[in-house]
Each structure stands twice: as C-alpha cells, then as structure tokens.
C-alpha cells in the first residue's frame, strides 16, 4: 500500500513556528506535496518536493527524506489566516495521481 | 488565468436519482483528475484524463459512476443511480504537464439523502 500517515490537529500562537509532520511507505512514490486548505475551498499548491531536502518558499518550507519516508512542513511566523488543513499527498511513479492523508487542520491563536 | 471550476457548487438530490457534476479546467491544461472526499476521511483519485482519454480509471468505485470529456475540454462526472454512500465532496483538478504540480477546484459538495 501507499498509505500517507499526519496527525489530525495542531495548535499554535501567532508569530510561533510550528512543523507538520507526514510519513509514509517508501515505495511507489516520486515525490512529496504539500496542499494548504482553507474551510470549504480548494486545495492550494504550497510546495512539491522530488529531491531530498529542505525547498524553502517565503514563511513556508518542507524537507523530504525518501530513504526515511518522511517528510515535514514547516511554517514560520505564523498567522491566524493560516488557520487551515494542510494535506500531505505523494504522486505515484508510473500514474499522475495524488495520495492524500488525511491531512492535519492547524488552528492559529493569537 | 481562471482558475478550475467546478458546479454545482452543491447538490442535494435522494437516493436512486441521477446527478451530473461538471469541470472545467484551467485552459490548456490537458490532464485532468477527478478526486472525491467523504466525510472523516482522505480525499481519494477517481481517474485521469489526458485530453479526451481516459488514462486511469482505478479509483472509480463502480459503474455507477461515468466521466466523460468529449473534445477534450471540460468533463462531466455523472452518478446514476446515486447511493447515500455517495456523499461527499468531489474535486476536479489539472495539470499543463503529468507529473507537475495539479490546480484544484473548489469541489462540488454531492448529499445524497
């Protein structure tokens, strides 16, 4: 299987630092994708990484490790707008299509 | 750029009635995906389109379920007839290249009573 494991609730003060993590089976996968999902919208692309590493994008950055099947979000200085859920989802090797987890909603508090 | 868009944005129909949920995905973008979250759990690929072919089907759940995507543009996801399993939220994305990054729609929020 390709199953993709986050926890379900996080909670963290404006301005802090907080990581979310996402492991997974280290088979099938060619790579990590971070979503970021508001109530009721759609999932909007954060990050996507193929390599080992840290890929770092404004506030918002994430490490891969294929070897461990780990991977984590990071988010700095944080804001109440990014109060969200926020979905790990790999992309299969030889298909296109996404495996999600169940994502982890992060609530902000000022 | 518009982005993907999805209708109805709801839809609230009974059980053994039919429901057509529609896509339209971001010009030019050749790859589209339909994906469908119930409630309490992940959101789950249905199947890919590569302009009007169908290149993966894996994820439908039976054949109650039909997506088509004539000519290649917007495609439709019809559901007859509707089971109460079938409630969730059913998400349309898609992509300029396979592999890359996939643009979501807002999802059509399907209630079948």
């Known amino acids: 299987g390709q199953n993709i494991d986050q926890p379900t609730e996080m909670t963290a003060t404006e301005g802090a630092i907080v990581q979310i993590n996402c492991t997974y089976q280290?088979?099938?996968?060619?790579?990590l994708f971070w979503y970021q999902q508001h109530a009721g919208e759609a999932p909007t692309f954060l990050s996507y990484n193929v390599l080992d590493g840290l890929e770092e994008k404004g506030r918002f950055s994430s490490f891969l490790s294929r070897s461990k099947g780990y991977s984590y979000l990071l988010l700095k200085e944080l804001q109440m707008k990014d109060s969200a859920s926020y979905l790990c989802?790999?992309?299969?090797?030889?298909?296109?299509?996404?495996?999600f987890g169940t994502g982890t909603r992060l609530q902000v508090f000022p | 750029e518009a982005g993907v868009t999805q209708f109805p944005s709801h839809s609230v129909i009974e059980k053994g009635q039919t429901v057509t949920l529609r896509c339209d995905p971001i010009?030019?973008?050749?790859?589209l995906y339909w994906y469908r979250r119930v409630m309490g759990k992940e959101i789950k690929f249905l199947l890919h389109?590569?302009?009007?072919?169908?290149?993966?089907e894996s994820g439908m759940p039976n054949n109650r379920f039909l997506a088509e995507r004539t000519g290649g543009t917007y495609s439709t996801l019809k559901v007859q007839p509707a089971e109460l399993e079938d409630s969730g939220v059913y998400f349309c994305?898609?992509?300029?290249?396979?592999?890359?990054?996939?643009?979501f729609g807002p999802g059509t929020r399907l209630t079948v009573l």
């Open positions: 389109f590569v302009k009007e072919s169908k290149q993966d």
């Open positions: 280290t088979s099938g996968f060619n790579g």
């Open positions: 010009s030019g973008h050749d790859n």
């Open positions: 994305a898609s992509s300029r290249v396979r592999g890359g990054e996939q643009f």
């Open positions: 989802s790999g992309i299969s090797y030889n298909t296109d299509k996404l495996i």
